[in-house]
Structure formats: C-alpha cells, structure tokens
C-alpha cells in the first residue's frame, strides 16, 4: 500500500507527552434486556495511537466499538473526542472511518462507487479521490471491478479504503482481517499498520487474535466478560499480566501449584522462592511462559534450579517443546520451549532427566484460597 497525498496527520506532541486522552470513555456502561455487557469502561486513547481491544468471544468488544461510532448508545457514562462530548451525537456527526469483519460492500456497485460512497465532490474530484485511495491501498486499475470479483483480501481493501475516504480523525476496526486466510492475513496487518503509522490516524482495532493484538498494537486492552482488564504495551501485557486472566488468554503460559508459608515465601515442589506474598493465603499459583524455563546442560546450585524428567516432546519449528515433571512431584508439569541455540536442546529427549531452572523474576505469582 502506498500513501500518495492524503495528508498526514500531525501530533499533539503536548497531549500525548502528558499522556493524556484524545479520546476518552469515562465509566460507560450497556446491558442488553437485563444483560450487563459493558461494566464502568474508562479507557484513555491517545491522538495517533494503534489501540487493540482483545478479548474471547463475548466480551463486549463490538459493543464498544458500536457505541463510539453511534451505533448503539451507552446507558450511562461519557465519551470525548478532542474535548467534544461525542457521546450524545449521531453517527454522522462522529468523523470515523469503520471497516468490519464482513467485508460489507454494496455487491451491486463498483469498486468506485463503493469508495466514493461518501464522498461529497464534484464528479471529476471524486475520480482523482478515489485513484489516490485505490492507490495507496494497491488497487490501482480495480475501479470497474464488483466486489464478487475481487479476493477477499482486496474487498478489506477496498473497505478500508472506503472508510478513510473521508479523512476520518478516528479509524475503528472490527475483526478486520479475521475472516482471511492466514498469509493473507499477516501481509495486510503488516500493510494497515504501516499505512495507519503514515497517516497517523488513531486506531482502535479489535480482535480476539492475540498474535495480531501484540504484533499491531501500540497499546492493548484486554478485556473479559464487559470489562478491561488491563491496559497496557504488547510487552506488559505479555511479561507482565496483572490478572490471571491476562496470564492466561495472552501467550501460552505454565501454571505451577504452590504453598505459601508463614513468611510469604513461597515453596514450588522443592524450589524455595523467597516472596513478600500475603500470609492470609496458603496456596496459590505460579505463572511463567515455556520460553522463560531453562532446560540446562549440567546441574548446578542455585535458586530456581531442580531436577525434572521429559515426558514429551513437540517439534515446534524455531522450538522443541517439552513437557517435563517434577522429580520432587511428578504431579507437577511444566512446559518448556527450548531453541537449538540453547544448551538444553539436546537433552530434551522423552525419559531423560535434565536440570530446569526457573529463574525467580520469571515467574509471577497468584495467591489463592485464604485461610
Ligand atoms: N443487539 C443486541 N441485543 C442483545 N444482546 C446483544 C446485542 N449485541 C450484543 N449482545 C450481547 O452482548 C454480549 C457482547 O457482545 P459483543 O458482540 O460486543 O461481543 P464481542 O466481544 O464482540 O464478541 P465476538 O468476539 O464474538 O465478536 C454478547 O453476550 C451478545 O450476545
Ligand atoms: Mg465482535
């Protein structure tokens, strides 16, 4: 995709260095019958931003999205666009852009027509408008062409397209690129993100694709069950999930049961961890990714270092993925994934039984049942 001459966008460089909202929820809420599906949404979207709400079928994703546009209302709560209650306007009166997971073209009219949908110009303007939007989205020459005759990937084309006509200042997403296949899929996020980034137009994307959420996104709230559960970069919510539920959903992870003692510290089969945990609880959970247990070449002493056997391997491509217990607690299994550069490689063989070090500020933990 190339940008001819849409203007770019500049940057509110005193807004964003504060951090502060372009656009703004505050507190919306929204049930359906007696449903509640969104619960005291407050979110903070910076001008520019690539914002990705993730989150399992359900969660009120599209209903969020359907409520900035104007497309559904809110019950309660404010919505601010640049300082303008948006909230109480219609839909025409919101400047965005909005492209779905359907490709939702008009099937009886030309790739032109559609595009040009919206644009109010005179005949010969809206032409040049439309060559420059097929353009910069790599459908030059596809103007007398019906949706039927295009790809599925060129159809998302032309409905970005036609969703940026207008210069929108706000570009909403839903499940954009989910009903692609996958190569056509990871060439187009790469294509819209790069576009987005030149435009600078403020983005808010949702998905429930993980991979695409923190490939994409500037930044990402996950959501569960109407509300957010985190916001935050691809790399905090990846390495450093606040909630169990963000542990789980993102990334694959190992969840290792362990005892609490009276200190806080924690005990993890046989490996001691010492920890500051709340000694109301006395069991709890330990979360670390595959990718962070080290399968080692020879034993050493030290903390996070014990002993496992490997009941199984995957070939991963880049990885081997094993699963591997405890020999303290057989009952206890962890998954390790474990690159050809790494020592550990080779010894990951199904019965063999190899060192496992599970380094301390790799690993989060989640307490449990109180006493
Ligand atoms: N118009 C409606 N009337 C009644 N219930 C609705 C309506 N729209 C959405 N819901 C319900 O609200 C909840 C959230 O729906 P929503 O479409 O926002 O979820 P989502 O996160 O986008 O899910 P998906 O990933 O499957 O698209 C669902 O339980 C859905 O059934
Ligand atoms: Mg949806």
Redesign the pocket.
């Known amino acids: 995709m190339r940008n001819l001459d849409l203007p770019v966008a500049t940057h509110d460089t005193s807004l964003e260095a504060k951090g502060a909202g372009w656009l703004t929820m505050a507190n919306v809420n929204k049930s359906?019958?007696a449903?509640a599906?969104l619960k005291g949404i407050s979110l903070a979207v910076r001008k520019g931003e690539f914002l990705c709400l993730l989150?399992?079928?359900?969660?009120?994703?599209?209903?969020?999205l359907r409520i900035l546009a104007g497309l559904e209302r809110q019950d309660t709560g404010l919505i601010e666009m640049a300082g303008t209650n948006i909230g109480i306007l219609p839909p025409a009166k919101r400047n965005y852009g909005i492209v779905f997971q359907s490709y939702a073209l008009f099937p009886n009219m030309t790739v032109e027509e559609n595009v040009a949908y919206a644009l109010r110009m005179p005949r010969a303007h809206r032409t040049r408008r439309v060559g420059e939007l097929l353009d910069m989205v790599g459908l030059c020459g596809k103007e007398g062409h019906y949706p039927a005759q295009l790809s599925g990937g060129q159809q998302q084309r032309v409905a970005l397209a036609r969703a940026l006509a207008t210069q929108p200042s706000l570009l909403l997403l839903d499940?954009p690129l989910s009903a692609l296949d996958a190569k056509v899929r990871e060439h187009l996020r790469h294509e819209l993100r790069t576009l987005q980034r030149k435009l600078g137009i403020t983005t808010i994307m949702?998905t429930?694709d993980q991979d695409e959420a923190l490939g994409m996104a500037d930044r990402i709230a996950v959501m569960a069950q109407g509300r957010i559960e985190q916001l935050g970069t691809p790399e905090q919510i990846y390495h450093q999930p606040q909630t169990a539920f963000v542990a789980d959903f993102v990334g694959r992870a190992n969840w290792l049961p362990i005892d609490i003692d009276d200190h806080g510290s924690v005990r993890l089969g046989d490996l001691h961890f010492d920890a500051k945990l709340p000694t109301r609880y006395t069991t709890g959970t330990a979360f670390c990714r595959p990718e962070h247990v080290r399968v080692e070449a020879s034993w050493r002493a030290a903390e996070g270092m014990t002993m496992a056997i490997v009941e199984g391997v995957e070939f991963h491509g880049g990885v081997r993925r094993g699963v591997l217990s405890l020999c303290a607690d057989r009952d206890i299994k962890v998954q390790a994934d474990v690159s050809p550069n790494e020592a550990g490689y080779d010894r990951l063989v199904i019965g063999n039984r190899v060192p496992i070090f599970l380094a301390h500020d790799k690993l989060r933990f989640f307490t449990g049942i109180a006493k």
Not at 55 to 64: E, F, I, M, N, W
Request: glycine share 18%; net charge neutral; proline share 6%.
């Open positions: 359906f019958s449903t599906v989150g399992p079928s359900g969660c009120g994703k599209t209903t969020l499940e949702v429930h």
